[in-house]
T-cell receptor, first 117, second 113 residues
Framework: GAGVSQSPSNKVTEKGKDVELRCDPISGHTALYWYRQSLGQGLEFLIYFQGNSAPDKSGLPSDRFSAERTGGSVSTLTIQRTQQEDSAVYLC???????????????FGEGSRLTVL | AQSVTQLGSHVSVSEGALVLLRCNYSSSVPPYLFWYVQYPNQGLQLLLKYTSAATLVKGINGFEAEFKKSETSFHLTKPSAHMSDAAEYFCAVSSYTGNQFYFGTGTSLTVIP
């Protein structure tokens, strides 16, 4: 597609429910990133994919969080047994030039706003 | 370890005044540095990036930033603020391998008419 697409744009759920957030990166971008943006906070790194593998999962806050990427394209971030502190905007970004001397930029989606009641 | 610090979570300027948003980085290797802007209810978009070429980098919408190694700074400036510049601005640093990006906590810019 023309840009990074995320869905849903807004999600309201009850505490304890599972949620899935989807990211469709720019076609051909091999690197995909998930960040979390909480109110008044910066961007918290969650996970990075290179192709379908995740070399860096260090930012996932707990084992309730998981992510996968299939076909080197779409990624899904899953949060199990959601808690109120999971409420945030989840941003996805993709990049075409990871790991090279001429580092590329990140292209961001508009985010998925998650509210846990 | 790499990190960035943005001084001032909120900055207010009058329309037409100079905009100065501060960013200091910490990096053990030569970094790549970025400024991103986020308008309300939108994702982040790139304003400009430094990748070890010219130390003065020009970006979109009249913004520019200067890389100063001696001060470990990469401050963002614009000579004359416009109402449309009101947004959240994020400084970021990436590693030489380019596979990890670290963001500051952001600076919210308000432009007063």
């Amino acid at each position: 597609g023309a840009g990074v697409s995320q869905s849903p744009s807004n999600k309201v759920t009850e505490k304890g429910k599972d949620v899935e957030l989807r990211c469709d990166p720019i076609s051909g971008h091999t690197a995909l990133y998930w960040y979390r943006q909480s109110l008044g906070q910066g961007l918290e790194f969650l996970i990075y994919f290179q192709g379908n593998s995740a070399p860096d999962k260090s930012g996932l806050p707990s084992d309730r969080f998981s992510a996968e990427r299939t076909g080197g394209s779409v990624s899904t971030l899953t949060i199990q047994r959601t808690q109120q502190e999971d409420s945030a905007v989840y941003l996805c970004a993709s990049s075409s030039q990871p790991g090279t001397a001429n580092t590329g930029e990140l292209f961001f989606g508009e985010g998925s706003r998650l509210t846990v009641l | 370890a790499q990190s960035v610090t943005q001084l001032g979570s909120h900055v207010s300027v009058s329309e037409g005044a100079l905009v100065l948003l501060r960013c200091n980085y910490s990096s053990s290797v030569p970094p790549y540095l970025f400024w991103y802007v986020q308008y309300p209810n939108q994702g982040l978009q790139l304003l400009l990036k430094y990748t070890s070429a010219a130390t003065l980098v020009k970006g979109i919408n009249g913004f520019e930033a200067e890389f100063k190694k001696s001060e470990t700074s990469f401050h963002l400036t614009k000579p004359s603020a416009h109402m449309s510049d009101a947004a959240e601005y994020f400084c970021a640093v990436s590693s030489y391998t380019g596979n990890q990006f670290y963001f500051g906590t952001g600076t919210s810019l308000t432009v007063i008419p």
